[in-house]
């Protein structure tokens, strides 16, 4: 499984607020475009995991910023696999804008089938 | 059935843009809101409705801006359903802060079943 | 000035709701982002043009959705610049998935100033 | 300074994703929205504060999910001050259905003027 992918990410006017910067709200779906393409970028994809049945949902997620993102910057989001073993995935997260680093975050996913039930994830996700 | 209704919506900080004003887009979430609480005015619950196996999806929708809204402000948004006939609704919306028309906007919803094909509304949503 | 230019999308997770569809009301994000990439393709940027002190905000949007679009999908963006003149520039939108048109979009911008005050478009945006 | 505060929220059907489900990235708009009334309940307002020339701005904020919440369920949530000095607040956050705990935040939110630097709390916010 491939460990890490990284991807440019133009801040959307709709995502700034009244302060001008990206809400912080929205790093969370950048990370998760992030996890989306990385699933990709390693030959696989989240709809068709969806479509056979599995979900894979937030059990945690956090995020610190240090500098902030504004409108139309163009910023490089790193997306690294930190651990996946049975039902879990962690993930860590670095976005950038040039050389500095504006934010760092972490996730858990946990994976679940339709019935909600916490269930183990396809070998293709696990480390090897 | 429930002509009208109007409820009251504080304008998050997460909905401003770098304008400092509540981004044009958000109109079209409150809009939904409005139409869902003045189905639950009427008794009726559009979760029900889902579950029951009917959607309601946009066919069409517009907006006028007349003046902006700013974080924080409390709007009244009115919800109007103009017809409902066959397996179609049109509502009409208007944003007021004070006495201050700040836009109005228009949208047809169409009913469709599970399996996407358009279907007539339920009588409880058809005009008398 | 650039009368058209089209872009792709890929729909985020983050932007669908409980029908698993891309929500109507983020077509208009993707609107405003086709605005912006234009005005690019044609050697500007927005937020040059908001630096100087000229905001462009709504008079008025809509759309007719004709197909729904779903999570991942890949979409192409066309917008086409219908007029720009006096302070206003008419848009219309056009929403592709590989052949099918899933929506058609139209807008009427203004150009303010920072005081408010309606404001002549400036000139690299005015038809010739 | 009032120490917590609890409101209720409606989930929106524009805030839930392909799951059915309230995407994981809004609860940060919730948590949010509970410190803007929390502070507003202590007869301040945030907006006040912002054309003041102070702005709060997040560091760090993070979630751990329990149970879904879905479209129209009806949530409470409290925010708790834990520390507030210097120039910074922590705040934790509690989100109920009924009696069942669906999630749990915390967040470390800093004070900056108007030149983006850190600045000492106004008197009412800190810790007596």
Known sequence: MLREHEIEIRVRY???????RLHHGNYFTYF????VELLRAAGHSYRDLEAGGL???LAEIGCQYY??????????L????VAARGARIEHCYEVRRGDSLLAEGRSIIAC??????VTRLPSFLVDG
Do not use: C, F, H, K
């Open 14 to 20: 709709q995502e700034t607020d009244g302060q001008g």
């Open 32 to 35: 998760e475009m992030g996890r």
């Open 55 to 57: 979900m894979l949902v």
């Open 67 to 76: 500098l902030p993102a504004s409108y139309d910057d163009l910023l490089r």
């Open 78 to 81: 790193r997306t690294i696999v």
């Open 112 to 117: 679940i089938n339709r019935q909600g039930r």
